[in-house]
């Protein structure tokens, strides 16, 4: 579930860091999985425990639309690139 959020979230952002600049999607996967992570808790505590499972989709939402780890490693490749040549 999560491989096409991520998919989508890449081409988007890497292609958006091209133009405007890599600060923002490298701030928005750590945003995504810090969220994730309050959200999965949130979850696991007993109030929550009765809500169907369908919830835990938010998480994939959260952890994979936000870019994750994989737009990390593209945006960071882009940027040695771009150093490498200017230097």
């Given at each position: 579930?999560?491989?096409?959020?991520?998919?989508?979230?890449?081409?988007?952002l890497s292609?958006?860091?091209?133009?405007?600049?890599?600060?923002?999607p490298?701030?928005?996967p750590?945003?995504?999985?810090a969220?994730?992570?309050?959200?999965?808790?949130?979850?696991?505590?007993?109030?929550?425990?009765?809500?169907?499972?369908?919830?835990?989709?938010?998480?994939?939402?959260?952890?994979?639309?936000l870019?994750?780890?994989p737009?990390?490693?593209?945006?960071?490749?882009?940027?040695?690139?771009?150093?490498?040549?200017?230097?």
């Open positions: 579930m999560q491989l096409p959020f991520s998919i989508i979230t890449n081409l988007i292609s958006y860091c091209d133009k405007v600049g890599h600060k923002l490298l701030i928005l750590m945003v995504g999985t969220l994730a992570t309050i959200f999965l808790a949130l979850l696991a505590t007993t109030k929550f425990l009765v809500w169907p499972m369908g919830t835990v989709l938010i998480y994939a939402v959260l952890n994979s639309g870019g994750g780890y737009l990390v490693c593209i945006i960071l490749y882009k940027q040695f690139n771009r150093f490498s040549i200017c230097h």
